[in-house]
């Protein structure tokens, strides 16, 4: 099983970013995807989220109206448009599968670096 992130990088404030996460050696349908961050010192938390069935998106209220989380079933491909970017989304992102039904059965990629900065 892997996932793997990419597409993280520097920008400047009011940039955007198209994070990237492909996944192997698991049913993708079986899965809900998601994006975490991790910003220094600070515990990892929930960006975005959804049913690889294409269900609802959920986000952090910190990213509503500016991240949008999608999936590609076919190229079992999950991404995470970052608009409107600002310092405080300064993370490391990562992709996170679970399993629909056996939800301790879950896998993590390496993780992005994003940062923002003038």
């Known amino acids: 099983v892997q996932l793997v992130e990419s597409g993280g990088g520097l920008v400047q404030p009011g940039g955007s970013l198209r994070l990237s996460c492909v996944g192997s050696?698991?049913?993708?349908?079986?899965?809900?995807m998601s994006w975490y961050r991790q910003a220094p010192g600070k515990e990892r938390e929930l960006v975005a989220a959804?049913?690889?069935?294409?269900?609802?998106?959920n986000y952090a209220d910190s990213v509503k109206g500016r991240f949008t989380i999608s999936l590609d079933n076919a190229q079992n491909t999950v991404y995470l448009q970052m608009n409107s970017l600002k310092p405080e989304d300064t993370a490391v992102y990562y992709c996170?599968?679970?399993?629909?039904?056996?939800?301790?059965?879950?896998?993590w990629g390496q993780g992005t670096q994003v940062t923002v900065s003038s």
């Open positions: 959804m049913s690889s069935a294409g269900g609802s998106r």
């Open positions: 050696g698991f049913t993708f349908s079986r899965y809900d």
């Open positions: 996170n599968a679970q399993h629909k039904v056996f939800r301790r059965i879950d896998y």
